[in-house]
């Protein structure tokens, strides 16, 4: 069973920096795309970037891009976010997820909250 548990949430100041980070297990990741998602309150789950395990490309939200970084340790399994010029609108809990190539995520973290304060 898989199992993604995410660190790294808090409050933060407008401009400033959090790194968000996921231990993954359960299983191996080869084929796999891990990323982040974010949900606001009253607001649907919005996509922030994905990475694919095998090649270390790299998809970013229109609304991060510039400003979030996904990284990844293969051999530890695990994903990194590191969110810079962070904004008030960038309030949500993140979720780490990991799914198959061409699939929905169905292997969801916990969350964890960030809170950007203006």
């Known amino acids: 069973q898989v199992q993604l548990v995410e660190s790294g949430g808090g409050l933060v100041q407008a401009g400033g920096s959090l790194r968000l980070s996921c231990a993954a297990s359960?299983?191996?990741?080869?084929?796999?795309?891990m990323g982040w998602f974010r949900q606001a309150p009253g607001k649907e789950r919005e996509f922030v970037a994905d990475i694919r395990w095998s090649d270390g490309n790299t998809i970013y939200g229109d609304s991060v891009k510039g400003r979030f970084s996904i990284s990844g340790d293969n051999a530890k399994n695990m994903v990194f976010l590191q969110m810079n010029n962070l904004k008030p609108e960038d309030t949500a809990v993140y979720y780490c997820?990991?799914?198959?190539?061409?699939?929905?995520?169905?292997?969801w973290g916990r969350g964890t909250q960030v809170t950007v304060s203006s």
């Open positions: 997820a990991a799914w198959a190539t061409n699939t929905a995520p169905k292997d």
């Open positions: 359960g299983r191996t990741f080869s084929g796999y795309h």
